[in-house]
T-cell receptor, first 117, second 114 residues
């Protein structure tokens, strides 16, 4: 079974609107971390935001926020006020605690976001 | 700081040839990783290292070997390249594996095996 599932292969959004990229995860470990990365067409991977399993509040970083619903095991990325430069692939990743075997993150297959002017 | 660098950026090999990809980081990170990225597959972990002199297998280790003789360098070797190893290879590093220690990625190496 996949540990990270991103069910939206492609998403489209109008410039200046908000968009939510879905990510669900599977773990039995009480200690884990969730990451989102952005990969523009130039190819580099850029870290966006992190949420720890024990964090009480949803993480926010500028226009990025993470809608963390622990009971549903979802960690959706919300991008507010989309910009043309947000067009990219977005990857969700999870790092489990030591009881999961290692601290090594597992990545989802990604969601392609296209922002229309 | 250069961050994470990868050499080479592009390479074309013939089936059966060997090569080594070099990854270097100047952030004194303990953890280093090699991933491959194929269309629709996300990033899949090949090998990783949690410190100098240590290596471990990831999700797709077959056909690859690695070495981490120095903390700042992580080498990925292909002994006998196959067309199935055509991919984009990313190296990454992180300070440790715990907490909010995000991975820093290199620019990638595009490898084509004919």
């Amino acid at each position: 079974a996949q540990k990270i599932t991103q069910t939206q292969p492609g998403m489209f959004v109008q410039e200046k609107e908000a968009v939510t990229l879905d990510c669900t995860y599977d773990t039995s470990d009480p200690s884990y971390g969730l990451f989102w990365y952005k990969q523009p067409s130039s190819g580099e991977m850029i870290f966006l935001i992190y949420q720890g399993s024990y964090d009480q509040q949803n993480a926010t970083e500028g226009r990025y926020s993470l809608n963390f619903q622990k009971a549903r095991k979802s960690a959706n990325l919300v991008i507010s006020a989309s910009q043309l430069g947000d067009s990219a692939m977005y990857f969700c990743a999870m790092r489990e605690g030591w009881s999961g075997g290692s601290y090594i993150p597992t990545f989802g297959r990604g969601t392609s976001l296209i922002v229309h002017p | 700081n250069a961050g994470v660098t990868q050499t080479p950026k592009f390479r074309v090999l013939k089936t059966g040839q060997s090569m080594t990809l070099l990854c270097a980081q100047d952030m004194n990170h303990e953890y280093m990783y090699w991933y491959r990225q194929d269309p629709g597959m996300g990033l899949r972990l090949i090998h990783y290292s949690v410190g100098e002199g240590t290596t471990a297998k990831g999700e797709v280790p077959d056909g690859y070997n690695v070495s981490r003789l120095k903390k700042q360098n992580f080498l990925l070797g292909l002994e006998s390249a196959a067309p199935s190893q055509t991919s984009v290879y990313f190296c990454a590093s992180s300070r440790s594996g715990q907490g909010m220690n995000e991975q820093f990625f290199g620019p990638g190496t595009r490898l084509t095996v004919l």
